[in-house]
């Protein structure tokens, strides 16, 4: 692949030469292609897929599996064959669709996780581009900035304060300081080439530019590609605690078939039929469904949320949305549009607005009623100057005349403005270059650029936090005349600023100095620079972010927004959100630093906005709620928050503007960037947990059911109401339909007005134990007096009374799905129709009933015989009885104030 042998130790024209790379220009779009046919995409080979084989094998490694095995074999011990092959046939069919609903859950998290697709900014045809990073091929020039992970080997041609974390290949964890200078050894490790840049890695500071030696398999991390790939199996906290309740059963379930084997044979059941009946129990009462539910309908609200512009990156966090119980928002790009526009600047004493919104360059410039040119207004032609040159962000048309930004929204308003005003192709026309460059963090608060044009003037051009910027300054502009900066100044400046964030205007402060003397960047942007005024950037909160806060706060969730801006503008924007809090809620993070843990948990509870908040504070505010025993969703797009991503219950991050690094840290990324799309996902998260506990619901009642039945009617002297064939066709084959439809089962009324769910608290709690119970009885009534009714009857023999019994069972299984999809209330009402897939169910599986008892090879089979219309109609009669009297007492029960707490 690589055309340039040992990189590092060439010089960035040499290695640009044998890449026939035109520096400034990058590859042309042609050569580009021609390149990506020749050397293939920048993609390295997954070595763990998913494998079929693995997944199929597993399901034989299922209890339920072991215990129909145990099944058929005592069948063909016994003589009966045709029991035997039927259990075999179940083994099977149950062994298919386990396989497939697992398979296609498994894929349908692998392809949601791949949906995130890496993206580089390159240079080609001497613009900026930014495309798929698997399209990169060697030559190209890849511009890249803090917060960025690598997507490709390749020669520093640039490096301005570039740092990089390279622990994922050399083990080092302190970031590594990068140049541009020629290694002069050819074989140093790669630890020490300090000129390279290496798939993979992330940038932690800085910004620079390299082209690409490297792609795909070629890279170091292509070498060591196998090593990485190492799939770790996740086991969701609520599959644990499903696995613990199904080891449970399985002990209850083995004491009471045990039980009623012993029973039977007391009261005189042959011992060979009553050993069958307990095994084919056993399976029955064993919930077996429960693991792969869980999975299935996780995986499914993943797909759900996907859609709704929420990429959940792992089954753990879809449960954990459910519980969360408070959200920490950051507010420029989540609560408001990221629609950054310029619209008011101040020069001394002057304030200028500026027409049009969003990121098209078009609009004029007012100060009152008077329109200004900037190109004859040298102090605004000054501002406009040095906010563009201080700015790396760049403006892009597409094919449909749509205008886009490609970098910090922010830095787009300046760019967009100096572009209204003409004064980009001022600059353009001086060929201007910049010499040297100090990007902005989050300690300093700052960045400062060095330029110089083709007749040599060099121009210091600064931007930041209006504070930090006031400091550094000595002198101002006031009537178009630079003037002694004076403390009254700096005071009508602090009231400006603070003027324009009550607004809720993000504001910065541009300062500049002429023909700096000799030194280091950062010492010349330390004092004598001249303030030119502020800029402020209006930034709408997005229009459905009220309801979505409104909804989060019914729902008992709190809303924190944590923010770098200032208290002004935080305060402004929450009151506009409705965030609530009160007078004087704002917190500086610098409040919070000396703060006693007791202190700091009153702080957390008592206030909601906090502003001037550094990362380090952001992780304190994390570990405090966690302390707190809090279930918190927090957000963040930085590389300095991909701490508090990781330390949150719930990391976020932004899909559009997010780094690379708050990505990778975080557990969700919202692909729209908005507050909305969180709630979205809690609510979601909710839905799923509601949904999981209406399967086990469900599942538990029915299986008791069949127990009881069964018990029920060897205690009172009847024959055994089922065979095991019968039992096995009502749990493999009937049930297992209604139980998964309710994987989508759609939001309850109270879904976002009960608080959230407390994670420690048991699946299945003591009432919701009774409630099963109790239910569990109740529908096994129906099917137990159809079966004595007709036991009774002349004129119908024991196989029909049988075959009523298995009929009414597996209808009121049926009916008892509506008891279970709604945890209050009627489940026959108008919701029930937009789950298309309960009603499937529902027709498929009268089928198959039907199936079972009118053809020969089934009756034979289940030892079932046909039945008349009149047959048909008590059987519904009785599987209708206790549903009603279910669905009553649910009625009633909401009726008088006393739901079921679940």
Not at 333 to 347: F, P, V
Not at 479 to 487: A, I, P, S, T
Request: net charge negative; with cysteine; proline share 4%.
């Amino acid at each position: 692949m690589n055309d340039s042998e040992r990189p590092h130790s060439q010089s960035v024209e040499a290695v640009a030469s044998s890449f026939s790379t035109d520096i400034e220009q990058g590859l042309s779009e042609k050569e580009a292609r021609h390149r990506l046919d020749t050397y293939g995409r920048n993609a390295i080979e997954k070595k763990n897929e998913i494998s079929p084989l693995e997944v199929f094998i597993r399901q034989f490694k299922d209890v339920i599996i072991l215990l129909l095995l145990a099944a058929s074999g005592i069948s063909f011990a016994i003589g009966d064959t045709v029991e035997g092959i039927a259990v075999l046939v179940v083994i099977i069919l149950t062994t298919i669709f386990g396989f497939i609903s697992e398979y296609r859950a498994e894929k349908s998290v692998e392809a949601l996780q791949g949906m995130i697709t890496p993206t580089a900014k390159v240079r080609r045809d001497g613009e900026h581009r930014e495309i798929e990073a698997a399209n990169l091929v060697p030559g190209d020039i890849v511009v890249i900035e803090e917060g960025d992970k690598v997507t490709a080997d390749g020669r520093l041609s640039e490096a301005d304060h570039l740092h990089v974390e390279e622990s994922l290949l050399t083990g080092e964890s302190e970031p590594v300081t990068k140049h541009t200078d020629t290694v002069d050894e050819e074989n140093v490790p790669l630890a020490e080439r300090f000129n390279m840049v290496h798939m993979g890695t992330t940038l932690t500071g800085g910004n620079g530019e390299f082209i690409v030696t490297g792609t795909g398999e070629h890279t170091e991390m292509g070498k060591i590609s196998e090593r990485l790939q190492q799939t770790v199996d996740e086991t969701t906290p609520l599959e644990e605690q499903l696995h613990t309740t199904g080891k449970f059963l399985i002990n209850v379930t083995l004491v009471i078939t045990l039980i009623v084997a012993v029973v039977g044979i007391l009261f005189g059941r042959p011992p060979i039929e009553m050993i069958k009946t307990a095994i084919a129990l056993a399976i029955a009462a064993v919930p077996e469904g429960l693991p792969a539910v869980a999975t299935i309908t996780l995986a499914i609200g993943m797909r759900k949320m996907a859609k709704k512009h929420a990429l959940v990156k792992s089954l753990p966090a879809v449960e954990t949305l459910g519980s969360t119980t408070v959200i920490a928002t950051d507010k420029t790009g989540t609560l408001t549009e990221n629609q950054m526009t310029l619209n008011t600047l101040t020069i001394g004493e002057r304030t200028i607005h500026v027409s049009g919104t969003g990121y098209a360059p078009e609009g004029e410039f007012f100060e009152g009623d008077r329109s200004i040119n900037p190109l004859e207004d040298t102090s605004l032609h000054k501002y406009l100057q040095v906010g563009f040159l201080c700015s790396n962000a760049r403006l892009s048309q597409d094919d449909e005349n749509n205008w886009t930004v490609i970098g910090d929204p922010t830095e787009g308003a300046l760019v967009v403005a100096a572009t209204k005003g003409g004064v980009v192709k001022t600059i353009n026309k001086k060929n201007t270059e910049r010499i040297a460059e100090r990007p902005f963090d989050s300690e300093t608060q700052y960045m400062a650029v060095l330029t110089k044009d083709e007749d040599q003037n060099v121009l210091l051009s600064v931007k930041g936090s209006p504070s930090v910027i006031l400091d550094k300054c000595d002198f101002h502009i006031q009537n178009g005349e630079v003037q002694r900066l004076e403390k009254s100044d700096r005071d009508t400046y602090c009231d400006q600023n603070k003027a324009l964030a009550q607004k809720g205007l993000r504001v910065l402060a541009l300062a500049y100095k002429d023909a700096p003397e000799e030194g280091g960047l950062e010492e010349a942007s330390e004092t004598g620079l001249t303030f030119l005024g502020f800029a402020g950037i209006f930034d709408p909160p997005r229009s459905d972010v009220q309801q979505s806060i409104r909804d989060a706060q019914n729902a008992g969730i709190r809303i924190l927004m944590i923010t770098g801006d200032q208290p002004d503008t935080a305060a402004t924007i929450a009151r506009k959100v409705g965030i609530k809090g009160h007078d004087g809620d704002v917190v500086l993070g610098s409040e919070l630093d000396n703060l006693s843990s007791e202190a700091l948990a009153k702080k957390l509870k008592d206030h909601t906005i906090y502003c001037r908040v550094s990362p380090e504070e952001k992780l304190t505010i994390l570990s405090a709620l966690n302390e707190n025993h809090e279930i918190t969703a927090m957000t963040g797009d930085g590389v300095n928050d991909a701490p508090a991503l990781k330390r949150a219950s719930i990391g976020v991050s932004m899909g559009k503007r997010g780094t690379a690094v708050a990505k990778e840290a975080s557990d969700m990324v919202l692909l729209d960037d908005s507050f909305s799309t969180i709630i979205s996902a809690v609510k979601y998260g909710r839905v799923i947990l509601d949904n999981i506990q209406k399967f086990i619901h469900y599942l538990l009642s029915i299986n008791l059911s069949e127990i009881v039945f069964i018990f029920c009617a060897i205690v009172l002297g009847f024959p055994v109401p089922l065979s095991a064939i019968q039992i096995l066709w009502l749990n493999m084959i009937t049930g297992v339909f209604p139980a998964f439809s309710l994987g989508w089962e759609t939001p309850e009324e109270r879904t976002m007005i009960d608080p959230p769910r407390d994670p420690n608290k048991p699946i299945i709690t003591k009432s919701y134990k009774y409630r099963i119970v109790f239910q569990g009885i109740m529908i096994m009534v129906g099917p137990l007096l159809a079966y004595i009714y007709f036991i009774n009857s002349d004129a119908h023999t024991l196989t029909e009374a049988r075959t009523i019994g298995f009929m009414t069972l597996a209808i009121v299984h049926l009916l008892q799905v509506f008891n279970a999809r709604k945890q209050n209330g009627l489940g026959f009402e108008r919701t029930m129709f937009k789950n298309p897939y309960l009603w499937e169910a529902f027709v498929f599986t009268i089928g198959l009933q039907l199936f079972a008892i009118y053809t020969p090879f089934m009756q034979t089979l289940l030892r079932v015989a046909p039945l008349s219309g009149v047959d048909w109609g008590y059987m519904f009669f009785f599987a209708l009885l206790p549903i009603l009297i279910l669905q009553a007492i649910a009625f009633i029960r909401l009726k008088i104030g006393k739901p079921y707490h679940e």
